[in-house]
């Protein structure tokens, strides 16, 4: 039993809830709600930047077999691939300044 649920657990022990024992189960319920929500947003919010990571790595191993031994297009492969790195960090921080969450 967590902190949350110890609290809302006691009550005064009458049949009817009083005014104040109902304001604050209406409270923990929100808090519990809130608590679950925040626990959702970090979850995506990590699978997202996972999946950053998974396609950088791609993109990566991609640029090199592309390029083999040619340095000069290699330096090029790797603008475009710093290019999505950078739009994946603009695309977790959107979701995570309000776009998503």
């Known amino acids: 039993m967590n902190e949350i649920e110890r609290w809302a657990s006691s009550s005064g022990g009458g049949l009817l809830p009083s005014r104040g024992e109902r304001q604050k189960n209406s409270a923990i319920a929100r ?3 809130e608590t679950q929500f925040a626990g959702m947003q970090l979850d995506a919010g990590a699978a997202l930047a996972g999946k950053a990571m998974e396609r950088a790595r791609d993109l990566h191993l991609h640029a090199e077999q592309q390029a083999g031994d040619d340095p ?22 959107r979701f995570g300044a309000g776009g998503a969450m």
Not at 76 to 90: D, M, S
């Open 72 to 93: 000069v297009l290699l330096g090029v492969l790797r603008e475009l691939e710093i290019g999505y790195v950078l739009y994946a960090q603009q695309v977790q921080r």
């Open 31 to 33: 808090l519990r709600d």
